[in-house]
């Protein structure tokens, strides 16, 4: 094995990061933070952290998009056995795995600790290329593309792991959902959200996300809009009740965003709706 060369991102001495192209050699693309759009052989993959693809000679490949937070390593690499290498459709395989890894079994973990591990070693070689720095990267490199291989001979197990990661990932966002339909009127924090289910906040807004596109809040919201749509068509409730009992504590807030949703105020909406009012 050769190293061809490396890179990370953000890297305070590249004002333009690496963004793809098309190399003779091997390429490791480790996304360690952030969520990335990665276009590969025809392929679109959209993933969130943590991700590592693995990419054949002479295949274009192109970092389309990205968050803010992004944060990634590459290593191109050559290998004078490629029989060591994954072949396409395994690379196809893996690949298509990647962003759905998250909380798996140890072997899983050990791969993700050797890519933090991996992330040191690329960021001292880039700044000072040492025969000794070199082989311990080449050792790690070996070390992660046999894992991706005993990986592979999982697949399957792999694949009924995530799936069962996923069912009970729509589980948990089912039984928020249901949580907020039946407590909508009252005052509900992302603390209060994440402990019924036991889930760091931050992580259940990107999972709620990435589930039903919208966060828990704009669901929240959407139900009591809802609410206050219903009460203003069929019940005689004044503004201010209906705000209340739609679970706004403030009547100006409720004006306002009634109106923006609905481009004039609820008493307006009322009446152009032959409510009761």
Known sequence: MKIRKVGYYPNPDDQVPESGGIHGCYELLVIQQGHAKLEWLGQLYTVEEPAAFLLSPNSPHKLLSSSTSLRYLYVEFEIIDATIFPTLPQLLQWNSLQGRMETMQSEVELFRQSMQVLEQLVKQYAHEKSPLLEEALMNDMRKAIVLVRYLLDNAKRIEGYIESVQQSQYRTIEAIMRYMESHYREELSLQHLSDLVHLNGSYLIRLFKKLQGKTPFHYLSELRMNAATSYLQNSSL???????????????????????????????WRDRNNGTG
């Open 238 to 268: 004044s503004i201010q009740d209906i705000a209340q009992a739609s679970g706004y504590n403030s009547l100006h807030y409720f004006s306002q965003a009634f109106k923006l949703k609905n481009g004039m105020s609820p008493s307006e």
